[in-house]
């Protein structure tokens, strides 16, 4: 893959990223584990950011502590909530499985598949769909801060970490 087209997919996915660190990091304490479900809803977003950056979705397996629980189709929460420390910690995972993975696509890589049960995208449009769906739960994040009457981090238009 061309070295300028990594370059742009990166700098707005590592954007989305961001962004959603920024109102991980926001998140007050009493705002945490709401009904609104702030953290499951960081984690939901990290999970999924995760598995769609993975070359084998069919073995995929979260890093510990986090288990397989969004795959239930009763939509079952996890064990316990998650604290900010340990969201954090995979939100940094993440990013840096999704730069490494840019930072290495080839043009073949590129043209490559994601497949299982509901999906069969090129690796593309596989990171196009997963940058969507980060900012898509930022953007939710953000506004159940405002919600709860607190600023929401600003916007942040590129990857603070280049490629």
Same mark, same amino acid.
């Given at each position: 893959m061309e070295a300028s087209l990594k370059e742009i997919i990166w700098q707005q996915f590592g954007a989305a990223i961001d962004m959603l660190e920024n109102a991980l990091i926001a998140c007050p304490g009493e705002l945490w584990d709401t009904p609104s479900k702030f953290w499951y809803n960081g984690y939901h977003t990290l999970f999924w950011l995760d598995y769609y950056l993975s070359e084998d979705p069919k073995n995929f397996l979260p890093p510990s502590p986090f288990t397989l629980s969004e795959?239930?189709?009763?939509?079952?929460?996890?064990?316990?909530?998650?604290?900010?420390? !340990?969201? #954090?910690? +995979?939100?940094s995972f993440g990013r840096q499985k999704c730069h490494d993975l840019i930072a290495g696509l080839t043009a073949a890589d590129a043209s490559g598949r994601f497949i299982n049960e509901k999906k069969n995208y090129s690796i593309? !449009?596989? #990171?196009? +769909?997963?940058?969507?769906?980060?900012?898509?739960?930022?953007?939710?994040l953000n506004l159940l801060l405002r919600q709860g009457m607190m600023e929401p981090p600003r916007w942040v238009s590129r990857a603070k970490l280049s490629l």
């Amino acid at each position: 893959m061309e070295a300028s087209l990594k370059e742009i997919i990166w700098q707005q996915f590592g954007a989305a990223i961001d962004m959603l660190e920024n109102a991980l990091i926001a998140c007050p304490g009493e705002l945490w584990d709401t009904p609104s479900k702030f953290w499951y809803n960081g984690y939901h977003t990290l999970f999924w950011l995760d598995y769609y950056l993975s070359e084998d979705p069919k073995n995929f397996l979260p890093p510990s502590p986090f288990t397989l629980s969004e795959f239930d189709p009763g939509g079952a929460l996890p064990d316990r909530v998650y604290s900010r420390a !340990e969201l #954090l910690a +995979y939100l940094s995972f993440g990013r840096q499985k999704c730069h490494d993975l840019i930072a290495g696509l080839t043009a073949a890589d590129a043209s490559g598949r994601f497949i299982n049960e509901k999906k069969n995208y090129s690796i593309t !449009e596989i #990171l196009l +769909y997963n940058m969507r769906h980060v900012q898509h739960h930022a953007a939710q994040l953000n506004l159940l801060l405002r919600q709860g009457m607190m600023e929401p981090p600003r916007w942040v238009s590129r990857a603070k970490l280049s490629l």
